[in-house]
């Protein structure tokens, strides 16, 4: 195998596993979301609970404080849920990126495979435009000879 094959073959592989790294941090950001939802909503539903019990048992400092610390519980897994979405976002880029990349190597190659047969034809296809004119030479002289 010649060094272009491997060196062709060795970066198709590169760009794969670069595309199944994008693939996996994707897979990846999509769980941390999807955990960060999941705990959102249980903090909203905590939050909902805590206010119900204030309602029916009248506004202490204790509700208030629980309630406070809720809410500010709630905020930290908000922005949590928002980063875990901006990484999923990330993630996605990056493996359309990587796709797009390792598309465009796959044409690159295509195209680069396509020109040396092209390449190696024209020269067959020479080789036997000179045979049939060395044929036809050799005929000529073996006819004027007779």
Do not use: P, W
């Amino acid at each position: 195998m010649s060094k272009g094959k491997r060196g062709e073959k060795v970066l198709l592989m590169l760009a794969s596993l670069e595309a199944e790294e994008a693939k996996i941090a994707l897979a990846n950001a999509v769980s941390t979301e999807y955990q960060a939802l999941s705990s959102l909503e249980d903090a909203e539903s905590k939050v909902v609970a805590t206010k119900d019990l204030a309602l029916q048992f009248g506004s202490s400092y204790g509700v208030s404080l629980h309630l406070d610390m809720l809410y500010s519980y709630e905020d930290h897994l908000g922005r949590m849920y928002e980063s875990a979405v901006q990484r999923c976002l990330e993630a996605q880029v990056l493996y359309k990126e990587k796709a797009q990349a390792e598309q465009s190597l796959r044409r690159v190659l295509q195209r680069r495979t396509n020109l040396e047969r092209r390449r190696i034809e024209r020269k067959e296809m020479n080789s036997m435009i000179e045979t049939f004119q060395a044929i036809s030479e050799t005929k000529e002289l073996t006819h004027d000879l007779d």
